[in-house]
């Protein structure tokens, strides 16, 4: 066994995670794939974030012989967390489509890394027909009961400026997706006692103004006062807004609550807003 080498990386980037580092992705080879990293010896190291393959130096040759066949690694790439589109935008692909990547459709960013989109980050314009090919190809009967997230393609060349060129510098050799985070407007409804308050919403950081939508009656004949940020914000994992609760009186502004709790995935629906439907993420507040 000889020295391994990259051949080539794919790294997910994502604004929702701290550090950009998409988590929770498992990248599974496609049947045909998984044939073919056997046949040609190629390793395979994964992560949450990406995937990178190494070529045996020694085996060069053979790989060279299956990529003059225009050798082409399929991966399925499925997350394990359910909310992965809540949180992701374009969000989730319609029911006949999934996003696709390849290799053979590439463009730069502003810092020169090899994206696999076109734009600075994944839109709808990846969506590709569950029918059309490759997909079709790519995916098992039972990839369309638990759809992969995106599927990855590789393809592996022999010429001057394939990957198994020598000649290739490692910058040519890694490959990157980028998505954005979806964005929600922000949504408070203030229960009990403080509805009768004149109450209103300060950012320590002065970035986030929120308007007040008045009063309305919730189920359980429950009043509340709802007061919404004027702008959609992208969400976060860890968010880093610091909201506090204020009444305004003829004393003077007082606080109420020193840092209001801020929204996360699991409160979020979408609303019509101006004939356009917005994501609203709702937080009660008693």
């Not at 790439?77 to 809540?86: E, T, W």
Request: charged share 20%.
């Amino acid at each position: 066994m000889g020295a391994y080498r990259l051949l080539a990386s794919v790294t997910v980037e994502h604004a929702y995670f701290p550090g950009s580092n998409c988590k929770a992705l498992e990248f599974v080879p496609a049947e045909s794939c998984a044939a073919l990293l056997r046949k040609t010896g190629l390793l395979l190291k994964s992560s949450e974030s990406g995937v990178a393959i190494y070529f045996d130096q020694e085996k060069i040759d053979i790989l060279r012989l299956h990529a003059e066949d225009n050798l082409t690694l399929a991966f399925k790439v499925f997350s394990k967390d359910s909310d992965f589109f809540r949180y992701t935008a374009p969000g989730a692909s319609p029911e006949n489509a999934v996003l696709f990547f390849s290799n053979q459709h590439i463009t730069s960013d502003a810092t020169g890394k090899q994206m696999l989109h076109s734009g600075a980050s994944v839109t709808e314009s990846a969506w590709l027909d569950m029918t059309a090919a490759p997909v079709q190809e790519i995916l098992e009967r039972k990839d369309y009961f638990v759809k992969p997230v995106f599927i990855l393609q590789l393809l592996i060349t022999a010429g001057a400026q394939g990957l198994c060129s020598e000649k290739l510098d490692a910058a040519a050799r890694k490959f990157h997706i980028r998505f954005v985070a979806n964005q929600t407007f922000w949504k408070y409804y203030i229960l009990g006692d403080l509805t009768k308050r004149n109450v209103y919403i300060a950012d320590l950081d002065n970035t986030i103004q929120f308007e007040n939508l008045g009063n309305i009656l919730l189920p359980g004949n429950r009043e509340a006062v709802q007061l919404q940020s004027s702008v959609a914000i992208p969400m976060q994992e860890q968010p880093h807004q610091r909201l506090q609760l204020k009444e305004s009186t003829n004393m003077g502004d007082r606080i109420l609550l020193k840092r209001l709790p801020n929204a996360s995935v699991n409160q979020m629906h979408g609303n019509t807003m101006a004939g356009k439907l917005e994501q609203v993420s709702e937080i009660y507040i008693s």
